[in-house]
């Protein structure tokens, strides 16, 4: 599986505000900032698994496409659409890693019904999320996608 499927991607409820915030201003692309070369390479979509305390996959986006490189010529081109305000913020972030990831999606769609952890589980026939993320196959996508249906921020 893979290459155009959906994607689950655990995040952390303080990126995910930060990013509901910026759709809610209207900014339409976003880029989720990763040490090193972070899955998804190839999706269709992305949900959002948004961790602990939150517990939930609290919205999807259209994937756009993963950039991996340099971390100063990324920031350079894609670092207006990160949550990380500031390149000094975007530098403590990214610390010494030699390469970075940005995960880039559109049309960022916060669910009116987010999916408890538990029923995601249930669904997908497992006991725990991988922290790294996964694919799952379109049929799964399509479900939890109406399921969620949502709105920006």
Known sequence: ??????????????????????CRQGRKIHSYVQRSAGAPKSASMIFFYVAKPVGEIAGYADFIERQVGDSDQLWKEFGKESVLETKEKYDEFVGDSPKTSFIRFKNLTEAAEP???NNVLLLLGLKRL???????????????????EGTCG
């Not at 599986?1 to 910026?22: A, C, V």
Request: net charge positive; hydrophobic share 40%; proline share 5%.
């Open 115 to 117: 999916i408890p952890l």
């Open 1 to 22: 599986m893979g290459d155009k499927n959906p994607f689950i991607m655990m995040i952390q409820e303080k990126w995910w505000s930060r990013f509901l915030q910026r």
């Open 130 to 148: 991988s922290r790294k993320g996964f694919y799952i196959d379109n049929e799964i996508g399509n479900k939890l996608q109406t399921l969620m």
